[in-house]
């Protein structure tokens, strides 16, 4: 091998491996942690007010949020919002496909169902990051932050 094919041989693996460190560290992806669903009752709350409270019965209120605004879905409620919350799983029966369900215990993703929201018109995720100490909120089931809001768990004192 010749000193020029080897010169280009090295940048050419060091192209490649600096595009996977770039992948790797520059799509904004998260690490999901799995957390019980102990871990996610009670309110979050992010850095400009907003909070989430998810209840032991599944329902949740969220306020200070315009989800209209901050979602690529059409259908999510302008303003405040209230409904039902449930982790995501696959069925054991039909591991193909996934669904929210209550019955699902834990898991790293809460979705959110706005009431008065017809099905299928706006996905709202909350991701469980940082061991389960932060939430993220996502509205693309592929990127785990994709609406860069992270809520953390209010002072219970203050709750």
């Known amino acids: 091998m010749t000193d020029m094919q080897w010169k ?14 770039c992948v790797t560290s520059c799509s904004g992806s998260e690490k999901l942690s799995r957390v019980g669903v102990e871990s996610v009752i009670g309110a979050w709350e992010g850095k400009n007010g907003e909070t989430v409270r998810l209840q032991v019965d599944h329902r949740f209120t969220a306020s200070g949020f315009d989800w209209g605004s901050l979602s690529s879905w059409d259908g999510c409620p302008q303003g405040e919002g209230a409904g039902r919350w449930a982790f995501w799983g696959s069925d054991p029966d039909s591991p193909e496909t996934s669904s929210a369900l209550d019955k699902y215990v834990e898991g790293d993703t809460v979705n959110l169902s706005f009431e008065g929201v017809e099905q299928g018109t706006c996905l709202i995720n909350l991701n469980a990051i940082d061991e ?28």
């Open 8 to 21: 280009k041989r090295l940048l050419v693996l060091t192209s490649v491996m600096a595009i996977a460190a």
């Open 132 to 159: 389960g100490s932060s939430l993220c909120l996502s509205d693309d089931i592929e990127i785990p932050c994709s609406l860069d809001i992270r809520l953390v768990r209010q002072n219970s004192a203050a709750s």
